[in-house]
């Protein structure tokens, strides 16, 4: 549970079974639209290697992620619709890793919750992550 505006932080960690010729690319998407990938927003990326490729053995970092914003969530159906994130690992443009969550905003107070403002108050939402689903 976090801010409504608050960054993303995932740890990722790395096991390089074979040195690597280039380095891998990690994005960070916000999906509005399910049936429409284009509409997917693009939080972060970055690519993660030794200038350029990576050598054998396991590699851990952080990768921080700016929240969706405002517009993003509003178009996915609307402030309380549950939403999805992923964050994709690709090696020389193909994707050999997703790890996904549902996204959920919701308002701290059970009252409002239960019976929502007509506009959105931005100051009194949280973000609730699901488990996540990781498909490799």
């Known amino acids: 549970v976090a801010s409504v505006s608050a960054d ?3 740890e990722v960690v790395l096991d ?3 040195p690597l010729a280039e380095d891998i690319l990690f994005r960070c998407l916000y999906i509005v639209d399910p049936s429409n990938p284009k509409t997917d927003v693009e939080l972060e990326s970055i690519d993660v290697g ?3 490729g990576l050598q054998v053995g396991h590699m851990k970092f952080i990768f921080e992620s700016p929240a969706p914003p405002r517009e993003a969530i509003e178009a996915g159906g609307g402030v ?4 999805g994130l992923f964050v994709s690992a690709s090696y020389r443009g193909e994707e050999f890793c997703r790890v996904g969550y549902y996204v959920r905003h919701e308002y ?3 009252a409002m ?5 007509e506009v959105v108050d931005w100051s009194q939402l949280q973000r609730v992550l699901s488990e996540p689903c990781v498909t490799c």
Do not use: K, T, W
């Open 108 to 110: 701290v107070n059970p």
């Open 50 to 52: 030794n200038g350029p």
């Open 16 to 18: 390089v079974a074979q």
């Open 80 to 83: 309380l619709e549950v939403a």
């Open 8 to 10: 993303f932080s995932f």
């Open 113 to 117: 919750q239960e019976d929502p403002p």
